[in-house]
C-alpha cells in the first residue's frame, strides 16, 4: 500500500512539473509570438485622392490638405471653369489644360471623403509653415509661383474656404527653398535653387528684404544639380537656426545675418540635401533639462555622384547611415549608426511615444524623375533611449511604392497618413517601372491596437478656463480615463504638426511637458496640471497636439495652442 501511495505521489509531481513546464513554454511562445507581431498594420483609406500627396499638411481642424504640381496635368479632378473664369468644355484642348483639373485637395479625417480645392499657381516644389493662427502659408514654387504666396484658412466641415493668393510677393525666386516659422510667428524662407539668399514674410521694414547666406553658396554642388536644395532648417531653443546643407551645417543668428557656429561635417561619402534626399528631425525637448538639449539626428540620403549615374540609367546604393549631434552646448560630435537597410527620399515622423517612424523612399538613386530604384517598402522605427545598436526595428511592409513626390504625416488618433509617389513628369499609370500613385493609406503603429485599451488614456480633455490659448510659463489641467492607476511612465507631448513635402518635415516639433500635480476625482478620471513651454523659442505660438502617454501607449491627441502672455 505504502508503495501504490509513493508511485500516485510521483505521478503527481511529474504530472504537476510536466503542466508547469508546459505552462511556462506556452507562455514564452506567446510573448515572443507577440514581440514578432509588434510591427504595425497598413489600412488602405482611399483608392483615388485625385491628386498626387507631393506635399500634405494637418490642420488643427482635423483635414489635410494635399497639394500638387500643376505641370503634371490631367489630375483625378476636372474643374467647370478655369480660375480667370473660362469656362472648361472638354474639348481636346481643354483635356490637356492643366488649368482645367483640381491640383489641391483637402481629406477629412473623420469623414473619410475629400473637397477639391483651387490653387491659383503651380505650386510644385515649394515650402510652407502654419501660422499661430492656424493658417497655412505656402510659399514660392515653379515658373510664375517661384515668387507667390498662397494661404489657406482651415474649416470646420461643410465650410467652404479655400486657397488665397497673397497681394504681396517673395523677393527672389523660392523653388526648393525652406522655410521655418519663427518666435516672433514671422517665417523665414531660405534658399532655392539659384538663390543663395533667405527672406522674411512679412518682410522687414528696414535693411532690405533680401540677405545672402555665403553658406548656401559654398554647399552648392554644381555636378550635382544642387545637393544643397531644401536645406534642413530647425529652430533652436535660443532663437537662432540650425541650418544643414549637403553635408555642412551653421548655428546661425538671422537677427544679424552672422553664422554664430560652424559645426563638424557629418562623417561619411555622399550628400543628404536634395536632390540626394535624405530627412531630419530635432529629437523631442524636454521639460526635464529645461529644454537646455536640443539633438538633430539626420538619415539616409545618396552617393556621390549618384545624381550623374542616375541619368545614365545606373542607380547607385543610397546611405544607410544616420547621425545624431546635439547642437547647443560647446561639445558637438556626429554620433553614427547604421539603419536596417539604405534608404533616401525617406519621411521621418515624430510620433507620440518620442519614437521616430522612417518610413517611404527608395534604396538606390537620387531624387528626381525616374532617378531611383528599389522601394523601400518597410518602415523603421527609432527608439533614441535605446542603446546603440537596438535602437532600430523592421516594421511591416506596404506592397505600395512610395517614392519621389511621396509624404507622409502624423495625425491625432497617433496613426501615420501615407500619400503620393510620382517619379513620371506627367501622372502616368502604364508602361512606367513606377506609375503615378493616388492610393492615400495610414499607417498604423502597434500601440494603437486594441489590446492595449486597458493602459491608453481615454477622453482627454483640456481646461484652459475658456481663453484663446495658454501663456508661456502658465499650467493648464488635462482631464482623462484611466482603468487603472497611472504608470509612473505617465507622459505628456505636445506636436507642432509639420508642412511635409520632398522628405522634409518643415516646423515638425515635440516637447516632454512637465505634469506638476495628478489627481483622482472620481473612479476612473484623472486630472493633471501639466506646464506650458516657457517661450515662443522653445515653442513658436500656434496649434499642437497634446498626447498622455501611459506606459508607452498614447491617448487620441487633442489641440492646444501655446500663446504669447497677454500685456499688461
Not at 512637465?514 to 473612479?523: E, H, Q
Request: aromatic share 10%; charged share 20%.
Amino acid at each position: 500500500m505504502e508503495k501504490l501511495w509513493q508511485t500516485r505521489i510521483n505521478c503527481i509531481i511529474i504530472s504537476a512539473a510536466l503542466l508547469l513546464h508546459c505552462l511556462i513554454s506556452c507562455r514564452a511562445k506567446a510573448v515572443l509570438h507577440h514581440s514578432a507581431e509588434r510591427k504595425g498594420t497598413w489600412k488602405l483609406l482611399l483608392n483615388n485622392t485625385g491628386v498626387v500627396g507631393v506635399q500634405m499638411v494637418l490642420t488643427h481642424w482635423n483635414t489635410v490638405i494635399l497639394l500638387d504640381r500643376s505641370g503634371s496635368g490631367r489630375s483625378g479632378y476636372q474643374l467647370r471653369h478655369r480660375l480667370n473664369g473660362t469656362r472648361c468644355k472638354g474639348t481636346r484642348d481643354d483635356l490637356s489644360d492643366p488649368t482645367c483639373y483640381v491640383h489641391s485637395v483637402e481629406y477629412s479625417i473623420s469623414n473619410n471623403t475629400i473637397r477639391r480645392l483651387n490653387l491659383m499657381s503651380d505650386t510644385f516644389s515649394s515650402s510652407g509653415s502654419i501660422l499661430s493662427d492656424g493658417r497655412i502659408i505656402e510659399s514660392g514654387g515653379f515658373g510664375d509661383a517661384s515668387t507667390r504666396i498662397h494661404y489657406f484658412g482651415p474649416c470646420k466641415s461643410g465650410d467652404s474656404c479655400d486657397w488665397t493668393l497673397g497681394k504681396k510677393h517673395l523677393s527672389a525666386k523660392r523653388w526648393y527653398a525652406s522655410s521655418q516659422i519663427l518666435p516672433d510667428d514671422r517665417i523665414i524662407v531660405v534658399g532655392g535653387r539659384g538663390s543663395f539668399t533667405y527672406e522674411f514674410i512679412p518682410k522687414m521694414s528696414t535693411n532690405g528684404n533680401v540677405f545672402h547666406l555665403s553658406f548656401l553658396q559654398q554647399t552648392n554642388d554644381g555636378n550635382e544639380d544642387g545637393n544643397n536644395l531644401y536645406p534642413i532648417v530647425h529652430l533652436s531653443v535660443d532663437g537662432k537656426l540650425f541650418i544643414f546643407a549637403n553635408r555642412d551645417s551653421i548655428l546661425f543668428n538671422y537677427k544679424q545675418n552672422r553664422v554664430v557656429k560652424k559645426f563638424p561635417r557629418i562623417p561619411g561619402i555622399g550628400s543628404r540635401s536634395y536632390p540626394s534626399t535624405g530627412s531630419s528631425v530635432i529629437l523631442p525637448l524636454d521639460q526635464k533639462d529645461g529644454f537646455r538639449k536640443v539633438e538633430v539626428m539626420i538619415c539616409g540620403g545618396a552617393d556621390s555622384g549618384a545624381n550623374a549615374a542616375a541619368r545614365q540609367g545606373t542607380f547607385l546604393t543610397g546611405l544607410n547611415s544616420c547621425g545624431r549631434m546635439v547642437i547647443t552646448g560647446n561639445n558637438h560630435k556626429w554620433k553614427m549608426e547604421n539603419m536596417p537597410g539604405p534608404r533616401l527620399m525617406n519621411d521621418m515622423v515624430l510620433l507620440p511615444t518620442g519614437h521616430v517612424l522612417i518610413i517611404n523612399g527608395a534604396k538606390r538613386g537620387c531624387a528626381g524623375w525616374r532617378n531611383a530604384a528599389g522601394p523601400a517598402f518597410e518602415p523603421y522605427l527609432y527608439n533614441p533611449k535605446k542603446t546603440l545598436g537596438r535602437r532600430f526595428t523592421v516594421l511591416k511592409s506596404t506592397k505600395i511604392t512610395r517614392m519621389f513626390h511621396s509624404s507622409a504625416i502624423l495625425v491625432p488618433d497617433g496613426s501615420v497618413l501615407v500619400a503620393g509617389s510620382n517619379p513620371n513628369n506627367q501622372y502616368t499609370f502604364r508602361n512606367a517601372s513606377h506609375p503615378t500613385e493616388l492610393r492615400l493609406q495610414a499607417f498604423i503603429p502597434d500601440y494603437m491596437g486594441k489590446e492595449y485599451n486597458h493602459q491608453r488614456p481615454h477622453n482627454v480633455s483640456i481646461d484652459i478656463n475658456g481663453k484663446e490659448g495658454v501663456a508661456y510659463g502658465n499650467k493648464f489641467l488635462v482631464r482623462f480615463l484611466l482603468e487603472s492607476k497611472p504608470s509612473k511612465y505617465l507622459a505628456f507631448s505636445a506636436y507642432a504638426p509639420p508642412f511635409t513635402t520632398h522628405s522634409l518635415s518643415m516646423n515638425q516639433r515635440m516637447l516632454k511637458l512637465r505634469s506638476t500635480r495628478i489627481i483622482s476625482d472620481a473612479k476612473g478620471w484623472w486630472n493633471a496640471t501639466v506646464e506650458a513651454p516657457p517661450s515662443a523659442n522653445v515653442a513658436p505660438s500656434g496649434f499642437y497636439l497634446l498626447s498622455v502617454v501611459n506606459e508607452g501607449i498614447p491617448s487620441i491627441s487633442e489641440w492646444i495652442k501655446f500663446i504669447q502672455p497677454a500685456s499688461t
